[in-house]
Nanobody, 127 residues
Framework: QVHLLESGGGLVQAGDSLRLSCAAS????????MGWFRQAPGKEREFVAV????????DYADSVKGRFTLSRDNAKNTVYLQMNSLKPEDTAVYYC????????????????????WGQGTQVTVSS
């Protein structure tokens, strides 16, 4: 139904910034909550941030709070993750995901809440 495509990853040095994009096709994102997750090789996929499309409310993992910011462009059906002051521990494949509304915020921090996932974009932060 909805296809997601992440972009904007790359190789950066500690302290640099990146902006990730998640563009949707096949349907509007307006009914969905949008989550960002990241996963390093051999590690569990972890929550990064979430945006409720309707209402524009956001929440962030403690590890990225104050450094990462979610935003959206309704006309482009796209959500962005602005990442500032990047650290080596931010290195991971970053995924965006979409889920139908109706879940509490605690549930939206878990991978199990999401039906649609992008392919991921690699972010590598060197020291």
């Amino acid at each position: 139904q909805v296809h997601l495509l992440e972009s904007g990853g790359g190789l950066v040095q500690a302290g640099d910034s990146l902006r990730l994009s998640c563009a949707a096709s096949g349907g509007t994102l307006s009914p969905y909550a949008m989550g960002w997750f990241r996963q390093a090789p051999g590690k569990e996929r972890e929550f990064v941030a979430v945006l409720r499309w309707s209402g524009a409310t956001t929440d962030y993992a403690d590890s990225v709070k104050g450094r990462f910011t979610l935003s959206r462009d309704n006309a482009k059906n796209t959500v962005y993750l602005q990442m500032n002051s990047l650290k080596p521990e931010d290195t991971a494949v970053y995924y965006c995901a979409a889920t139908l509304p109706g879940f509490p915020i605690a549930t939206l921090k878990g991978t199990y809440a999401y039906k649609y996932w992008g392919q991921g974009t690699q972010v590598t932060v060197s020291s």
